[in-house]
């Protein structure tokens, strides 16, 4: 049996199931040197807004029990600036690359995504949901179906590859979210961004972030991750969806396949392990290998569910 | 920048600090004084990031070549596990990392000015600036006694040394910038280096900038890559233009930054604004959760 560790994500091709996550893999410059670049299956760009922004002022990073609350705020240099310095060489190092598009409005959503329609070297893109949008009350755009669905709907009309929308996991609705997202035009999902997250500096009295709440990720927030992709997944099997959230060794990886993820991201792990990814697609085939089956897609529904099965969509408690 | 397993050497006390030396010729071979070298943490997934530390020594010759040294102040998990670390123990070790100080062109009179373990980074940078001729002055500033870092060889390595304590349990009573014009004026100083936290680098950077001397500050910013994946180290930089600042990483574009191009303000003001304000543009970041 010839064994492979390629994927096909409604259409994107990859080499290998694990993707740099967005906003942890740099420019494209940082891993060159740490890492074989063209062994990652693909690399999502930190979050592109049509202007450049500077992001929160300082500290923007709190480390907490098993995982680290970050504040960022979508530093980037536009995506002009992108397209014009970090895009050629990302292709030239020969990296599938996914663009993260961000916006504060739907017209900010359109312009970053008429600027990436087209360009070579761009497979696909991931729409970024987690933002405050202006126009409703500062509010984040997951906060409403339709309002996900109408930047979804945009943005994968103006698209010439597919794409991704990202959803957070504490929705009390994850499912007919996802379900919206697809109905609106995405050609997949990518299950979860960080968790929002919070640290306290007790002995100075202040909030350990300068956005004061920022975004969890790494291992604390797998568990979550796993449990989203699962109910995604098992209600809709045909939807590829990219599973994210504190995936650090192979064995995590697998979970995620089982769950039902047609391929994983890895965000924290790579910066805390350059080669992380190469190390967990490795881990990857020797599973599949010793399991016997030929490709990562051949995990998912793999997973034996025993006893009663929960209504699809519900949260067992 | 290389990433090696690098076997521990020798692992000691230095007063408040906890030195380590490792055998790690591939980075010691390339380290400049002002880089860095990211450690990795014990893999239980507990406490995740990478911890940073600048060099304070990198051997290329005698008995030590292929080493390097870097030394910390134990505070919180990461550096206490590390100070539990003992010799022949190997860690993941990245580096070397970061902007070096830049040396003088012509022949210049240099003060060296730390507060705390700052200072592990400016002793290095010490031997390679009288490598090359120049005259080095120092200022080593502590919070007390035992937080005044290596005051013996300070006193080898420079021709005249003024140490300064909060509490005066040595040398004089108060802080660095109590001391460092007269430091400066006695000294000749042609050109400031300074290596220690926010408030003392700022104080610095106003004589520098008043004085018109030419200085570089190392700073000391929390760090979670320290490859310049992440975007979480960074410094307000004013644009040589002057048309504005950007965020720029003290892992990458730093540590070593001019201080007359610091934005001090702003900077400054993450430690004191009880509520900042969202940068300018769109706030991207979750501010509620929805009802």
Known sequence: MKQTLSVDLAGIRLASPVVAASGCAGTGRELAGLTDLRRLGGLVTRSLTFEPSRGWPGPRVAETASGIVTGVGLQNPGVRAFVAEDLPRLARAGIPVMASVGGGSLQGYIRAASILRGEPGIVGLEVYLSGADEENRGLPFYSRIDRMAEVVGAVSRLSTVPVFAKLPALLPDLVPAARGCIRAGAHGLTLIDSVPGMAVDVRRLRPRL??????????AIRPIALAAVFRVAQDLPQVPVMGVGGIATAEDAVEFLL??????????????NPSAPTEIAQGIAGYLKAKGLASPGDLRERMRLTGEQPARGTSAS | MRRVRAEILNARRLGAFQSITLVAPEIAERARPGQFVSVAMPDDRRFILRRHFSIHQASRRGGWAGTLEFVFDPHGPGTDWLAEAKAHQFLDV???????????????????VSE????????FLAQELRARGKRVDMVLGASGESHVFKPIEAKRLSQTIVIVTADGSMGERGSVMDVVPRAAQTAGTEVIYAAGPRRMLRTVAEFCIDQRIPAQVAVEEEMACGTGLCFTCVVPVIR????????????????????????????MSEETRPVPTPPEGFSPVVSSWPA
Do not use: M
């Open chain 1, 210 to 219: 300068g956005a004061i709440i920022g975004g969890l990720s790494g291992p």
């Open chain 1, 259 to 272: 769950a039902g993820a047609w391929a994983v991201q890895v965000g924290t792990a790579l910066i805390v």
């Open chain 2, 94 to 112: 990245i580096g070397p990392l970061g902007k070096a100080f830049a040396y003088p062109r012509g022949p210049s009179n240099c003060l060296l």
């Open chain 2, 116 to 123: 705390g373990h700052g200072a592990s980074s400016i002793f």
């Open chain 2, 240 to 267: 040589k233009d002057g048309s504005g600042y950007d965020n720029l990483r003290a892992c990458t574009e730093g540590p070593v930054f001019n201080p007359a191009r610091v934005f001090w303000d702003r900077w």
